[in-house]
């Protein structure tokens, strides 16, 4: 039996997602200490490139209106290119500016190498399963939290941290490679079920690049749905800038065994999955708009538990209903801005509003870092981020709900 092509297109955007993510966010804590022990840089400065992933959403405009003209292929090898490029130098580091600069390398790539792409190609790909797929393929992200770690860890320990980053360039020009081969726009005509157009079929289903229908951005621009959904988008970003990075740290710092709290971030990781595939799932019947609401709404509650409990009992069950209500976030942004907006000028549309994540990984690593030397604890910035995630809800509730055209 024939694997519809489109599945091999949503592979491809899973891993690039899973490289993307897994590497920058999951695996950044494994070569804390190595990079200590090799250089002698502080935890500070190494932890400091952190917020060179605001560097991804202030690019993201640019890359979201090439892909608007030139499509996903080129965007996303070149993108993957890059954070493939970036490891694969990081064992020539001797100063610390070499770490700052491929770290600005890596994060150029990153609305590059999925979540833009991805979002185009789904909606190209999967017309009426659009909500499910893209929970699907945004799985990525916390699949690289599940299998990168590891890795990185054994190469690490067998071998050394060079190595390791070698190992993860490696991979991520194998999903470069794969791209190349597999991604296309040139969908088929007669697949009624994923590719539904209104112009009329073509001979034998021959593959063709549909007309991509909805607003420019400029028009998405002149509503107040696109300002309110732009700084709602800023919330959601939060847990993933101040909290994310701090949750082995933070589960440590409440009690959590050296061994329990990498075992808790690997639940939150697959948690995070089944939120994506879930929470698309329940898109399709209340629409995305609804859906974010709810996912924001149980990500404030137990962030405001978690920051402030102390009692183990309480955090474990905490840990994956974190994960399952943050995961979502990502495939229900996407599905969003394509609710409201099209796919015409998904990418650029998407590009802007990513901007607005930049003050999110720019601030939130210094507000956690600022607040924990405070308070030596990381409750501040839980307590903040529940906060916020209200605020989302709230900001959503009043922002005009319109499907300005269909997808596809």
């Keep these: 039996m024939k694997i519809y092509r489109g599945w091999w297109v949503v592979a491809a955007a899973f891993m690039a997602a899973a490289i993307n993510i897994g590497s920058s966010q999951y695996a950044f804590g494994l070569y804390i200490e190595p990079l200590e022990d090799a250089f002698g840089w502080s935890r500070t400065q190494i932890s400091a490139a952190l917020s060179f992933s605001a560097i991804g959403s202030l690019t993201a405009p640019v890359v979201g209106r090439v892909l608007d003209r030139y499509g996903a292929k080129p965007v996303m090898t070149a993108s993957v290119s890059l954070i493939a490029v970036s490891y694969f130098l990081r064992p020539l580091m001797t100063e610390l500016w070499h770490w700052y600069a491929l770290s600005v390398i890596q994060y150029i790539a990153f609305s590059g190498a999925a979540m833009l792409p991805g979002g185009r190609l789904v909606g190209m790909w999967f017309r009426r399963t659009r909500g499910r797929v893209m929970g699907i393929t945004m799985m990525g992200n916390n699949f690289g939290g599940l299998f990168l770690p590891p890795i990185a ?105 050296v061994t329990a709290a990498p075992l808790a971030l690997s639940i939150l990781a697959a948690a995070g999955m089944t939120g994506k595939l879930l929470f698309g799932l329940l898109a399709e019947r209340i629409t995305a708009h609804r859906t974010m609401m709810v996912s924001f709404a149980g990500l404030g509650v137990v962030s405001l538990v978690m920051g402030t409990t102390g009692s183990t009992w309480i955090l474990w069950p905490c840990v994956p209903l974190f994960g399952l209500c943050m995961g979502a976030f990502g495939a229900l942004s996407v599905l969003v801005i394509q609710d409201n907006f099209g796919l015409r000028s998904y990418g650029s549309i998407s590009g802007v509003m990513n901007v607005a994540s930049a003050a999110s990984f720019a601030v939130g690593p210094l507000v956690t870092g600022i607040t924990f030397d405070m308070t030596d604890s990381y409750r501040v910035a839980f307590i903040t981020v529940g906060t916020a995630m209200a605020l989302g809800v709230i900001l959503l509730s009043q922002a005009p709900r319109r499907r300005a055209v269909a997808v596809g």
């Design 153 to 257: 860890g054994f190469m690490i320990a067998a071998y050394s941290w060079q190595e390791a980053y070698l190992a993860t360039g490696a991979i991520a020009l194998l999903i470069m490679l794969f791209s190349l081969v597999v991604v296309s726009e040139n969908v088929p005509v007669d697949d009624s079920d994923r590719a539904q157009s209104p112009t009329p079929p073509q001979p034998s289903g021959a593959p063709r690049r549909p007309e991509l229908t909805g607003v420019s951005l400029r028009e998405a621009m002149g509503g107040k749905t696109f300002y309110i959904l732009m700084v709602a988008f800023l919330s959601g970003s939060l847990p993933f800038a101040m909290l994310l990075p701090q949750m082995v740290p933070h589960l440590t710092n409440e009690g959590f065994s």
